[in-house]
Structure formats: C-alpha cells, structure tokens
C-alpha cells in the first residue's frame, strides 16, 4: 500500500523557504509536487528525510526545478539521487 505524500511548507530563520515532504513520491502525487514547488519563488529547501520512495516521475519534477533546490535526503535516498545525478545539480545534505 503507498504511503500518501504530506507537504508541509515552512521558513528557515533566515527566512529561506523551506518544503517538508513525508511519505513516497511517484507518479500518483507527483503534480501536488510540482504545484507546491512552483508555488514557492526563489531557493528552496526541499526536506525529503521523511519520504521511504521517491520513483522518475518524482526525479523529473526535482529536475526541473534543480537550479534552485538544496536537498535534505535520508541515507535510503541518496543512491536514486546520486545514480540519477541530481546531486550533481544540486546541493544534498
């Protein structure tokens, strides 16, 4: 059974925007991600600790929007995210 997706937006103290997501990613949910990254201008933090899955429907949309992301990943991401080259894009904590 898939894990729903919960995003929950926030501010760094800095005042850096910062995008919380918490369950798995693919291809069901990955438009309510795309909306939520779109909606919110200029660097990013996009938290992803809290996401067990994250398949190429959910790459594609951290693609496109690479430029401006810095990543947050749990150790069971970091393979998709490095094989992908994301990492390569963008800065991954």
């Given at each position: 059974?898939?894990?729903p997706l919960t995003l929950t937006?926030?501010?760094r103290p800095d005042g850096t925007a910062v995008l919380?997501?918490?369950g798995e990613i693919d291809m069901s949910n990955t438009h309510s991600l795309a909306a939520a990254l779109?909606?919110?201008p200029g660097p990013l933090v996009l938290d992803l600790t809290g996401v067990e899955y994250l398949d190429?429907?959910?790459l594609s949309v951290l693609f496109s929007h690479a430029?401006?992301?810095e990543l947050l990943a749990n150790p069971l991401l970091t393979?998709?995210?490095?094989?992908?080259g994301?990492?390569?894009?963008?800065?991954?904590h």
């Open positions: 059974m898939t894990t937006p926030g501010r919380t997501a918490v779109d909606g919110t190429s429907a959910g430029d401006r992301l393979p998709v995210l490095s094989i992908s994301l990492t390569d894009l963008t800065t991954r």
